[in-house]
């Protein structure tokens, strides 16, 4: 419930509090890949929808947003490779 009533509120946010939070994904999501890959298979998904419902900043400051879009896939492909290596060990 808590992450759809903000993936709606950003939604709606302004296209700089939809930079800020593109801003915090660039920051926070190859930390919390190479820190805790536990956590980052549930937090990388959440970043990844929220991305979606980013459209000003998209249409604003495409360049930022691909940023944060090429960080969270970047995330996808180091959570896909642990759980690969984990089924193969």
């Not at 604003?60 to 089924?87: R, T």
Request: hydrophobic fraction near 50%.
């Amino acid at each position: 419930m808590r992450k759809r009533l903000d993936l709606q509120y950003l939604a709606g946010a302004s296209w700089r509090a939809q930079m800020i939070k593109c801003a915090d994904m660039i920051d926070n999501v190859p930390s919390i890949v190479e820190h805790d890959i536990n956590f980052a298979m549930v937090y990388v998904p959440e970043k990844k929808a929220l991305l979606d419902r980013l459209t000003l900043a998209h249409r604003v400051c495409f360049p930022i947003w691909m940023d944060a879009y090429k960080v969270v896939a970047d995330g996808e492909q180091a959570i896909a490779e642990h759980l690969s290596n984990a089924s193969a060990a």
